[in-house]
């Protein structure tokens, strides 16, 4: 009798999940065998030849045979990860690769970003060329001294024709600054960092959302139990001090786009971690949405196991006009799941809090053992 029950609530909680799920398309890993056991940071980019998905590989984070590793959608499947990219230097040591950054250049190259060193507050910056949509690369080049590229998520082209790539530094503080480029990476400047503003927040891995006429917004990742975002009136050239979002943060990384029809999409981990220790587990992987960034609606629950480890989710929109969000799943291998815009359903956030859905509950994490960076 027991054991009915049991599986009786099992089956209830799964069939209330589906309501968190509607408007998936596709959900499918992008391999099932690879030459590492572990993976993390992943990215993605539409090409004039098709999805190119990118992430960093090797025995674990930080580990000197960590390479940037890329998949391609042909024939309407992945192609195997290959290796595109490490950190071997010239005296034939090596060095950990990290947080693969993909951008397609309108009618031109797609570059990759990403980082090599031996910890995020000793990482420099590095980009390579494709000019036939990732099947092959140009040598690898070193970004200018003290340029770092996108540290984690998408460059936004914006009307002015300026490339504003978000990127943080970890060394003194965590601080957030800007990378701007109006020649594509020819040439390089910088904005920031921002102000921390009056609580002194400490946050990295920024995304940026086009509000138009010059309006931007960045939210990022925080050591402060919040989601932090600053705003900028003048096409990024100046943003006001950091400020908590009332939407929770993990201390884990987040991504954020906006769609054609102005409606932006957050995916991130809604999590409050517990007090004494700004660093929760990575479960549930989340998605929201906003018409005006202040004000959230929840949409999507893509995973919600309390095995850990759903982390540093992108998101793209590609010109059908689909979603498409890539992340780690659990370290062993990387998720792609398809979602159509359309078919969302929305509930409202109210101070922070995911809304219920009768008869489900999400799980929660007594424990959880420290994450990786």
Excluded at 108 to 132: C, E, H, N, Q, T
Excluded at 195 to 208: F, K, T
Aim: glycine share 8%.
């Amino acid at each position: 009798m027991l054991l009915l029950l049991v599986s009786f609530m099992a089956a209830a909680q799964e069939n209330a999940l589906h309501k968190w799920r509607k408007g998936i398309v596709t959900d499918e890993f992008i391999y099932n065998k690879a030459p590492f056991p572990s993976c993390h940071s992943a990215t993605l980019a539409e090409t004039q030849n098709g999805l190119v998905y990118a992430f960093f590989g090797g025995t674990r984070e930080r580990d000197p045979d960590v390479e940037i590793y890329v998949c391609r959608y042909e024939n309407n499947a992945w192609t195997a990860p290959a290796s595109v990219a490490d950190g071997v230097q010239e005296d034939g040591s090596r060095l950990p690769t990290w947080n693969p950054v993909l951008y397609q250049i309108p009618a031109g190259d797609l570059l990759l970003f990403y980082k090599i060193g031996p910890k995020p507050s000793a990482w420099w910056g590095m980009v390579k060329r494709s000019s036939d949509g990732g099947k092959t690369w140009s040598a690898a080049e070193k970004l200018p001294e003290g340029y770092l590229g996108p540290i984690k998520n998408k460059p936004v082209l914006l009307s002015n024709g300026n490339l504003i790539c978000p990127t943080s530094t970890e060394g003194n503080g965590w601080n957030i600054h800007f990378e701007i480029t109006s020649d594509f990476g020819k040439t390089w400047r910088k904005v920031g960092p921002i102000a921390r503003g009056e609580d002194d927040l400490n946050a990295i891995q920024p995304s940026v959302l086009d509000h138009g006429n010059g309006r931007l917004q960045i939210l990022a990742r925080s050591r402060n139990w919040a989601i932090v975002e600053s705003w900028s009136t003048d096409n990024g050239e100046t943003w006001s001090p950091l400020k908590k979002t009332s939407l929770p943060n993990n201390n884990s990384g987040t991504d954020a786009v906006t769609m054609k029809n102005g409606t932006h999409v957050l995916v991130y981990n809604h999590v409050l971690p517990p007090k004494e220790n700004p660093k929760g587990a990575r479960t549930p992987l989340n998605v929201s949405i906003s018409k005006d960034g202040k004000n959230w609606d929840a949409v999507l629950i893509l995973e919600d196991s309390p095995i850990s480890q759903y982390s540093y989710p992108a998101v793209i929109q590609t010109q059908d006009g689909m979603l498409h969000f890539v992340y780690t799943w659990r370290r062993q291998k990387m998720k792609h799941v398809v979602v159509d815009p359309a078919k969302l359903k929305k509930r409202k956030i109210k101070n922070g809090v995911w809304p219920q859905v009768k008869g489900y509950t999400l799980p929660t994490l007594e424990t959880y053992k420290a994450e990786e960076e």
